[in-house]
Nanobody, 127 residues
Framework: QVTVVESGGGSVQTGGSLRLSCLVS????????MAWFRRAPGKEREGVSC????????EYLDSVKGRFTISRDNAKKTLYLQMNSLKVEDTAMYYC????????????????????WGQGTQVTVSS
C-alpha cells in the first residue's frame, strides 16, 4: 500500500516557525520530484513548493519565497518543508505529493499529475 503521511503542523503566532515532514512508503521516492500543496478552507488548492529528485533544485510559490525551504532525505524517503516568518495567510491544510512521472521541477510543476496524497497536516497561524 502506498502511504503518504504528513506531520509537523500546529498552531503558531505570526512570525513563528514550523517544520513539516512527509514520510512516503510503498512507492519509489528517490526518482521523483516531490511537492507540497496547501488548501485553505473555501479556497483552491495551490502549489507551495517543488523539489527535484536529487534535492538540488526547487521551486516556490511567490508568496512563500524567502520564508519556506523545501528539502528531502531520499534515504529516509522523507520530504520536509521548513516554514519561517509564518503569516496568517499561510493557514491551510498542507499536503505532500510525489509526482507521477516527473523527476525535475519546472515552471508548470503544479500541473504535473500527482497520484498519491496523504491526509495533510494543519497549519494555523494567528495574529
Amino acid at each position: 500500500q502506498v502511504t503518504v503521511v504528513e506531520s509537523g503542523g500546529g498552531s503558531v503566532q505570526t512570525g513563528g516557525s514550523l517544520r513539516l515532514s512527509c514520510l512516503v512508503s510503498g512507492v519509489t521516492f528517490g526518482n521523483r520530484a516531490m511537492a507540497w500543496f496547501r488548501r485553505a478552507p473555501g479556497k483552491e488548492r495551490e502549489g507551495v513548493s517543488c523539489i527535484n529528485f536529487t534535492g538540488d533544485e526547487s521551486e516556490y510559490l511567490d508568496s512563500v519565497k524567502g520564508r519556506f525551504t523545501i528539502s528531502r532525505d531520499n534515504a529516509k524517503k522523507t520530504l520536509y518543508l521548513q516554514m519561517n516568518s509564518l503569516k496568517v495567510e499561510d493557514t491551510a491544510m498542507y499536503y505532500c505529493a510525489p509526482a507521477r512521472y516527473r523527476a525535475y521541477c519546472s515552471d508548470s510543476w503544479t500541473t504535473t499529475e500527482y497520484d498519491y496524497w496523504g491526509q495533510g497536516t494543519q497549519v494555523t497561524v494567528s495574529s
